[in-house]
């Protein structure tokens, strides 16, 4: 099943498929067209969102390699 999603801009408009228990996609898709709509900044700057990644890539590391891997950013 899932719900769909509407994608807009000024000269083309996409409606896209969200997957059953994407909701989280759905919901950062919602906020990024908000801080666009309101000219706002999003609710997660761009460098959490960096630190975030960089424990996640991290992680797949790690369970890759089989060692601990420090998340540092380069």
């Known amino acids: 099943n899932g719900s769909m999603v509407t994608l807009e801009s000024r000269d083309r408009k996409r409606t896209i498929r969200v997957e059953p228990g994407a909701e989280s996609s759905r919901r950062m898709v919602r906020e990024f067209k908000a801080c666009i709509v309101e000219d706002r900044e999003p609710v997660m700057s761009s460098s959490e969102a ?6 996640v890539l991290a992680a797949y590391e790690s369970a890759e390699r089989g ?3 420090n998340p540092s950013r380069s």
Do not use: E, I, T
């Open 50 to 55: 960096s630190k975030d990644l960089a424990v």
């Open 67 to 69: 060692v601990p891997v």
